[in-house]
């Protein structure tokens, strides 16, 4: 099979600039362990003409929309937002896009139509062509023979990033495997978000739980150690202190992920970690907006107080940065 002009050399430059590039952009977002704003509405919004959209709304719709929110949020109808309310608006908020991205990757990864997106079709999407990393199965086309074998040369050499890739597009193949309830050629669109957002799928959680142990726990154990966590990081004996990513990453441990202090992770005290749900993020960023609005010190927050300085609020995960003053889902009166 022809998969097409590219050579096999440029093809693994591009995979390990595509894992380079993940890297990247966790700088831009937070460089030296500062969060960006700026970085985030642009990654939110999307497109420059989405943000410029934002801008043009006027004053008058602005207010008017953000005050639907607002009574949106505040469940109780009290007039005031709690912690926990703005809490539960961001989490369903984030929930909500995730849902839609989903349902637009389906599309678009579904090339026939059929209401099914194949292990092939993800693959053409993914990767601009069907890969098969079977070490034991010799390839008909000579050039994409010559790709598996130059990459098998990368990992045995442990080359990072395209060990990275490798791993991931193996990662994938099982987590598509195990989304795929039915056993039917493809995956449905409910399927599909399982894949894709294997935290928002219950029948997900022990298998990602188990993918994660696989690939760090190496003393077979049943937990990650802060060794583990670390991976193949080595201290350097010449050096008087940890990179600041190491001092980052063990107060992550530490403090995000191991609840009961006993110095290494047990399955469950994996899970935020590998698949990441974002009741912290909303719990924090909740907490956030109370700390900088909250003018009397009553730990909640009034309309007055978020009309009162309106472009933080419009800054944040409360209202997606913006985005939601443009999706009547959300600002509409009927949720």
Known sequence: MRLGPRPAALGLLLLCAAAAGAGKAEELHYPLGERRSDYDREALLGVQEDADE???????????????????IDLDSDGFLTESELSSWIQMSFKHYAMQ???????????????????????????????????????????????????????????????????LH???????????????????LEEFIAF??????????????????????????????????????????????DPEWILVEKDRFVNDYDKDNDGRLDPQELLPWVVPNNQGIAQEEALHLIDEMDLNGDKKLSEEEILENPDLFLTSEATDYGRQLHDDYFYHDEL
């Open 54 to 72: 934002y801008v043009k709304l006027g004053h008058e719709e602005q207010q008017k929309r953000l005050q639907a929110i607002i009574k949106k």
């Open 170 to 188: 193996l990662k994938d193949k099982k987590r598509f495997e195990k989304a795929n309830q039915d056993s039917g050629p493809g995956l449905s």
């Open 196 to 241: 894709e957002h294997p935290e928002e799928v219950d029948y997900m959680t022990e298998f990602v739980i188990q993918e994660a142990l696989e690939e760090h726990d190496k003393n077979g154990d049943g937990f990650v150690s802060l060794e583990e966590f670390l991976g193949d990081y080595r201290w350097d004996p010449t050096a008087n202190e």
């Open 101 to 167: 991205e989903a349902k637009q990757q389906f599309v678009e990864y579904d090339k026939n139509g059929d209401d099914t997106v194949t292990w092939d079709e993800y693959n053409i999407q993914m990767y601009d062509r069907v890969i098969d990393f079977d070490e034991n199965t010799a390839l008909d086309d000579a050039e994409e023979e010559s790709f598996r074998k130059e990459f098998a040369i990368c990992i045995k050499q442990s080359f990072c990033f395209w060990l990275l890739r490798f791993n």
